[in-house]
């Protein structure tokens, strides 16, 4: 038996599946928020420590590893931002 698509995408069930894809959209964006924020704090963990010890090698690597870290945060941010802005038009546009 085929599903008719169309019947989907409009009414109470189309509003019913695109909240639950918005939903699941924001869960998944915010797992890898949480993700990142995880390895950002490890990080700066990390160059502390190396800082505290005084090893300038450490330090400069850990302090690359910090700026790679932030770098991704932009990235996940600018990725959200898309995401957002590509499933969620406005509402009302006008001229």
Same mark, same amino acid.
């Given at each position: 038996?085929?599903?008719?698509?169309?019947?989907?995408?409009? *009414?109470?069930? *189309?509003?019913?599946?695109?909240?639950?894809?918005?939903?699941?959209?924001?869960?998944?964006?915010?797992?890898?928020?949480?993700?990142?924020?995880?390895?950002?704090?490890?990080?700066?963990?990390?160059?502390?420590?190396?800082?505290?010890? *005084?090893?300038?090698?450490?330090?400069?690597?850990?302090?690359?590893?910090?700026?790679?870290?932030?770098?991704?945060?932009?990235?996940?941010?600018? *990725?959200?931002?898309?995401?957002?802005?590509?499933?969620?038009?406005?509402?009302?546009?006008?001229?």
């Amino acid at each position: 038996m085929s599903r008719n698509k169309k019947i989907e995408s409009v *009414g109470p069930f *189309g509003d019913a599946m695109r909240n639950v894809e918005s939903i699941a959209r924001n869960f998944y964006m915010n797992s890898l928020y949480a993700q990142s924020i995880e390895q950002l704090q490890e990080a700066q963990a990390a160059y502390e420590c190396a800082v505290l010890e *005084g090893d300038a090698e450490q330090i400069e690597k850990k302090r690359s590893e910090l700026l790679f870290v932030e770098e991704l945060i932009k990235l996940t941010s600018i *990725g959200f931002n898309a995401v957002s802005d590509e499933y969620n038009p406005p509402a009302h546009v006008t001229e």
